[in-house]
């Protein structure tokens, strides 16, 4: 599997040699987007099987993990990422869209673009629910230069799940009442004056879209 990831990856960057004499063409652009998220994704494959670094480091033993063996390993890591950063650091950029997703881990919203460091706000909540604090949060960003807000669930959603269950509704009632009155906050975040104006003018665009959580593909709502 290593030494399969590691051709792969050989493959990829010579690939990314051969483009590089495109790179002032449309076609050398998208053809460096796609190799770099294929190196992304290579990254994530060659972590995969690092069950150390996936907390749970006495798997093995048969021990289970108290909450501090998380803590621990949390910091860790942080430290170990933050080094990579400082040795690849990122080039900032102004984000033009603001993305609400639900929390759940299958999602990952850089593969669900492609790349979100550069041109993307993230709000991730409970069954991607808005409240009143997410929904200044995206007036902010509007005012800050957002152009596109995209407004997500996801297939195989816990919390719909949960909304939907007669005993779980009772056990998560903040949950359930935030799943089930999504549409009666997006109509009122719709209907902020100044969010309704740049709709009306044109300076802003906000869509429904269901995530297919195997694929990540975004579909129409």
């Not at 040699?17 to 290579?42: E, K, M, Y």
């Not at 430290?79 to 900032?92: E, H, N």
Request: aromatic content about 6%; overall charge neutral.
């Amino acid at each position: 599997m290593r030494r399969r990831n590691v051709v792969l990856g050989s493959l990829i960057v010579l690939s990314g040699l051969g483009f590089a004499w495109l790179s002032g063409t449309s076609n050398g652009r998208a053809a460096q987007f796609v190799i770099g998220g294929a190196l992304v994704n290579l990254g994530y494959r060659m972590q995969d099987h690092l069950s150390s670094f996936d907390f749970d480091p006495h798997h093995e033993h048969g021990e289970s993990l108290t909450p501090g063996d998380v803590w621990a390993e949390v910091q860790r890591q942080n430290r170990m990422a933050a080094d990579v950063r400082s040795l690849f650091p990122r080039t900032p950029h102004h984000p033009l869209v603001a993305m609400v997703v639900c929390m759940d881990a299958r999602l990952d919203t850089n593969e669900l673009t492609g790349d979100t460091r550069k041109y993307y706000y993230v709000i991730r909540t409970a069954g991607s629910a808005i409240e009143d604090e997410e929904g200044d949060m995206l007036e902010l960003a509007v005012a800050n230069g957002v152009k596109l807000i995209l407004l997500t669930t996801h297939s195989e959603c816990a919390a719909e799940r949960a909304a939907a269950d007669p005993a779980q509704r009772q056990r998560y009632p903040a949950l359930t009442r935030s799943v089930l009155e999504r549409g009666r906050r997006l109509r009122e975040l719709l209907a902020r004056p100044f969010l309704a104006a740049k709709i009306q003018s044109g300076e802003l665009l906000v869509k429904q879209l269901d995530i297919d959580t195997r694929t990540e593909l975004l579909l129409p709502h």
